[in-house]
């Protein structure tokens, strides 16, 4: 009786024994190493540089990320106009809903040059009194060519307050519009519009995953923002990527900010730079760091996790 129960006993133990066996270990792959290698290509233009520059970098689909100095704050410079926009849109969204005292995109505005700042392209040219658009045609000047003056009206009209607000519900602490567009004695004052790269690159997350729009109103706001402009992410890209972006510009800073939709791999990109000793040169590095990344993502969205390159789906 007793060997019986040894048996059984034995016979349980290896079966206990059988089930616990862990699962064969998932073979090494290059992913981890493809991603290393763009760390470390960041890492040799960033450091160089003489100035200061703050990286994000957000895989879309997995949500990894990048950071170099991603948490400091840089001043903003237009490309805070994309929270301008945003807010714009999202009033629109709520006055179509019958939110009351809401900017809508088809509101009126009749060109008055009080309104007129340096750097404005576009409004410059209008004819005093006559001259009448809409908030959207607003809005398309301040992405298309950054028109500050076009910038400020949409300020006026949608509320600093409640570009801040929006914010603020997304989670953003450190991203801030604190003045209009080319305000110096505000600047001077330390009022300046500010953000940091990881709350930008969650900003465009929140966009592309249709948190901060519904999915009509975001893809009118990604198709707006993806007008070709002269700007630092595109510049060294392929013409037939996507890439909803919005630059910046003021004296000793650089930034650049959007989602590029490589194919099957979106991501989302916001390169900051400040104490700029060479403002081309700082440029051209936001350039290098989004071509950088748009190999990896380009690369990772037609291959395998081992690295295997494959014909698209429906191909042999």
């Not at 949500?63 to 994309?82: C, H, Q, T, Y």
């Not at 340096?118 to 607003?138: F, H, K, P, Y």
């Not at 909803?244 to 959007?258: F, M, Q």
Request: glycine fraction near 6%.
């Amino acid at each position: 009786m007793k060997f019986v129960a040894f048996i059984v006993a034995l016979a349980s133990a290896t079966s206990t024994i059988a089930q616990q066996k862990p699962e064969p270990a998932r073979p090494d792959t290059g992913s981890d190493l493809l991603w290393k290698k763009l760390e470390n290509r960041v890492q040799e233009i960033s450091d160089p540089f003489d100035g200061v520059m703050g990286v994000a970098i957000l895989d879309l689909m997995d949500g990894r990320m990048l950071l170099r100095n991603a948490d400091r704050v840089f001043p903003a410079a237009s490309s805070i106009k994309i929270a301008i926009l945003l807010e714009l849109y999202r009033q629109d969204q709520e006055a179509r809903s019958g939110t009351k005292e809401k900017a809508k995109l088809d509101d009126i505005y009749t060109f008055d040059p009080k309104d007129l700042v340096e750097d404005s392209r576009i409004m410059a040219g209008l004819t005093a009194g006559v001259t009448r658009i809409t908030n959207r045609d607003l809005a398309q000047f301040m992405v298309a060519v950054s028109d500050n003056t076009a910038a400020n009206v949409l300020i006026d009209r949608v509320g600093k307050d409640s570009v801040n607000a929006m914010l603020r519900s997304l989670g953003l602490s450190k991203t801030m519009l604190r003045r209009k567009m080319m305000d110096i004695a505000a600047a001077r004052r330390g009022d300046e519009n500010v953000a940091t790269p990881l709350e930008m690159v969650r900003l465009l997350e929140a966009i592309y995953k249709e948190k901060a729009l519904n999915k009509e109103a975001s893809a009118d706001f990604v198709k707006q923002l993806s007008t070709r402009k002269d700007s630092y992410i595109p510049r060294y890209l392929p013409e037939s990527v996507q890439v909803a972006n919005k630059p910046g510009e003021l004296e000793g800073v650089r930034t650049d900010s959007g989602i590029v939709y490589a194919s099957n791999r979106p991501f989302a990109i916001s390169v900051m730079t400040a104490y700029d000793r060479d403002e081309r040169t700082a440029g051209n590095a936001i350039s290098e760091v989004a071509l950088e990344a748009y190999r990896y993502f380009e690369m990772h969205g037609k291959a395998s996790e081992y690295g295997r390159v494959l014909p698209p789906a429906g191909n042999r």
